[in-house]
């Protein structure tokens, strides 16, 4: 049921939702896995410190299979907004008005007209995705970092923020993994105080 006498006084949450292939539930069931991009159950309450850390409620969602639908046989690939809408509906269910859900996955992604895409966001929206699928390194550190950036490049967009100019900040527009190496892992001074009025 919706509330509608929420006000401002209502803290904004952001839902984690792990939205996975098989191989990537079997991960986050404490089974090895021969992916290196399937993430464990470990990694992805680093990625809820790090929303905690940049000031957000966080409610982490039971894990679930991607829809199958969306995969595409071809490309080996599943399709981000079927992915986005699935999601969307989940959120109907389980979030208040001001909810905003972050999806992760281990799946390769892609969107009509890319090859691949690692994330996407609606800016100031409800529904962002981060793709693990492209951050895979023999260094689980530098895995879990990229992951983490990632996530948090998505949240600042979810919040409204756009990218930014300063390299080290995460709201910087990587074009590859190495631009996404060099960045700090967060947010510069600007982009912090947006994102402070933005949780407001
Ligand atoms: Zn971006
Ligand atoms: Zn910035």
Request: positive net charge; glycine residues 10%; charged residues 25%.
């Amino acid at each position: 049921m919706v509330n509608v006498f929420h006000g401002p006084s209502v803290a904004l949450k952001i839902l984690l939702y792990p939205m996975v292939t098989a191989a990537g539930l079997k991960r986050l069931q404490g089974q090895p896995s021969r992916f290196s991009f399937a993430f464990s159950t470990e990694e992805l309450d680093a990625v809820v410190k790090a929303v905690q850390a940049a000031g957000c409620g966080v409610e982490l969602l039971p894990a679930e299979l991607l829809p199958q639908a969306s995969y595409h046989e071809g490309r080996r690939q599943y399709r981000c907004l079927p992915v986005l809408d699935a999601a969307r509906k989940k959120l109907s269910h389980a979030g208040g008005i001001r909810d905003k859900l972050l999806l992760l996955t281990d799946a390769d992604l892609y969107e009509v007209g890319m090859n691949f895409t690692g994330g996407m966001a609606e800016l100031g929206g409800h529904v962002a995705i981060v793709s693990a699928a492209r951050f895979q390194s023999g260094d689980r550190e530098k895995f879990v970092g990229r992951l983490l950036k990632e996530c948090l490049h998505e949240l600042g967009h979810l919040l409204g923020l756009e990218h930014c100019r300063d390299r080290d900040c995460v709201m910087f527009l990587s074009r590859s993994i190495a631009d996404s190496d060099i960045k700090a892992g967060n947010f510069c001074g600007k982009c912090r105080s947006l994102l402070g009025r933005a949780l407001g």
